[in-house]
């Protein structure tokens, strides 16, 4: 290279140089000029229970001066080794994070400083895109020119995420029941390893991977010299003592929850977004901890296994979601299965299908026969459903005795004859959005629905036919207390009152004993367990379980199964039935039984439960049947009364 070609590359290498010095220091004038960002309250969310209690919030907030020395010291040689001598980026750990996942072919190892974990944590979402990122260098820029260090590191241990837990307070006091104050080497070491894989490092989904973590820490600690060697070992062979109190057991569950509340505020429009990113708000919630505390007790004492659960329960006159779960363990997973996922509903969805049935002349009394059917449609098409474990009475049978069988034979034959557009419309009308096809599975559920859409098109049956829409927010108000939203209750007939009430009785007799036959009610194994009248309806599908009920005060929906679509077990069905009943159970303990009057324009009839007829004297087994006035049976019904017969090829 002669003289003249290396003079130019000098000096243009110089001039870039200068360029870049000069948009730097541009940078962070224009930074320094601009609006400072609100750190201490920046996403404060105070949450509040349906009584207006406090449950979560940044009261737990610690300043920098109380904290404890080896937290800082262990959070710093773990995350950002040169936090005190860079300006928001450590460009030679980016430049060495670019060259070994170049080497490596992966890009796994990153470069973020604590400022911009804070940065992005704080004010920005978690999308990888380029606009996202370069936002987040922009709020690092401006964190770093109004604060100082201190500020920073205080705001980003105030709420970073440690397991499920937020801010340091917080998840000491999770973890070890006392103050970021107190911490030893050992617990200061242990909680910081926890942000970098929040669902694996907690001590409480896996203490052997938190150990390790913790062993990387202590080593970080010794190596810029925090620690020495002999610290290093004491710390790491201390007997950590964890809490394990029943009142830190709920939190990880009322994430959940609260993430659900997360979403809807940020769909209210009358909350300026500003305010949402960076304000301190005041949420008022419809959380009922006793309904939360029934989920979780009812999961630990039914669910040993590594199934994933999601439970949702509601106020049917309103729509208020008093407790959500959306997996078993939310340090381990975040992900709610109980608004994010859409699952086959199984049987779950035949209740809707019996109501456009009421509403088209069917009654309790309408029968079909049920037997082994292949149903032949056109081009040849053909469906075989079969019943749960091939049983079949192989004669007719009625519409009460269907339900309380869950009869699927029963099912597709009322769904054919109704017209398979007419369930597509009942779904629509009850609040479902979810696309369902046409077809005749789907009278057994095929199709997949959310937890949360399914547990709300219960709540309309449970509220005689008023349609509500779940929400999670009762109120918003800004830091001092001027209310920026108030819900306002909306109710929309949607269903008959009557026949919600016909349709609610005969869901209660899913764990009657007078139908016990040539098989047992669905519920009736739980029946024991249940101290109140219920409607309850359940699913099981190869891959999802489902039970939902309810009564006038509330309605349930339970779901388990797991992400993989593993099979599930014979035995999974019973404890998810059981998981229902001890949840509605244990919610509604010392409340009074509430059930619903009869409607003037029906009339309740003696009946033979399996065929429909009128009871006599030689009536073995009889239950009261629920009828529109002028359908129920006479002294003169027969089986031809009831809907005609559909010819199929069987």
Known sequence: MNKRILKILTKTTFIIIFICFIIYCGIYLYAWISPKLTVNSAKSYYFYDNEENLITGTDEWISYENLDKDIINATIAIEDRHFFNHRGFDFLRIAKAMYNNIKSGDAKEGASTITQQYAKNMYLNFDK?????????????????????????????????????????????????????????????????????????????????????????????????????????????????????????????????????????????????????????????????KAQKAIEASIDKNIENDIQIASVIMNPDTGAVLG???????????????????????????????????????????????????????ENQTYSPTN??????????????????????????????????????????????????????????????????????????????????????????????????????????????????????????TTNANFISYTYPTSYVISNKLSRKYAIKTGTTEYDHLVFGYNKDVVVGVWSGYDDNRQLAAGDSLNNKNLWADIIEKYLEGKEDNWYSMPNNVVGVLVNPINGQLATEKTKKSVIQYYLKGTEPSNNYSLDDAVPTIKYDE
């Open 129 to 289: 895109t380029w606009e996202r990122k370069l936002n987040e260098a922009w709020l690092t820029v401006r964190l770093e020119t109004h604060y100082s260090k201190e500020d920073i590191l205080e705001g980003y241990l105030n709420t970073i995420n440690y397991g499920g837990v937020f801010g340091v307070e917080n998840a000491s006091k999770y973890y070890y029941g006392k103050s970021a104050e107190e911490l030893s080497i050992g617990e200061a070491a242990m909680l910081a390893g926890i942000p970098n894989r929040p669902s694996d490092y907690s001590p409480f989904v896996n203490y052997q991977a938190a150990k390790k973590r913790q062993l990387v820490v202590l080593k970080a600690m010794q190596r810029d010299g925090y620690i020495t060697e002999e610290e290093l070992n004491i710390a790491y062979n201390e007997q950590l003592e964890f809490d394990n109190k029943e009142e830190n057991k709920e939190l990880n569950s009322i994430m959940y929850f609260q993430n659900a509340v997360i979403e809807e505020l940020q769909s209210i429009s009358s909350i300026p977004t500003s305010l949402i990113k960076t304000g301190g708000l005041k949420i008022y919630t419809t959380l009922d901890i």
């Open 324 to 378: 959500l779960v959306g997996g078993t363990n939310y340090s381990k997973s975040q992900y709610n299965r109980a608004l994010s996922q859409n699952r086959s509903v199984g049987s779950t969805i035949k209740p809707f299908l019996y109501y456009a049935a009421l509403e088209n002349n069917f009654t309790a009394s309408t029968t079909f026969t049920s037997e082994k059917t292949t149903f032949v449609f056109s």
């Open 388 to 509: 749960y474990a091939n049983q079949y009475p192989n004669k007719e049978i009625s519409l009460a005795a269907a339900i309380a069988y869950s009869d699927n034979i029963y099912a597709v034959k009322t769904h054919l004859f109704l017209g398979s557009d007419v369930l597509v419309d009942t779904m629509k009308r009850v609040g479902i959005t979810s696309k369902l096809d046409s077809i005749p599975s789907l009278a057994l559920g095929s199709q997949p629905i959310s937890l949360l859409e399914m547990t709300n098109a219960y709540a309309i049956l449970a509220n005689q036919g008023y349609r509500v829409k779940p929400y999670f927010i009762n109120r918003v108000e800004d830091i001092n207390g001027n209310i920026l939203y108030e819900r306002k209750e909306t109710k929309d007939a949607v269903l008959n009152s009557s026949i919600t009430y016909i349709l609610s009785e005969l869901l209660a007799n």
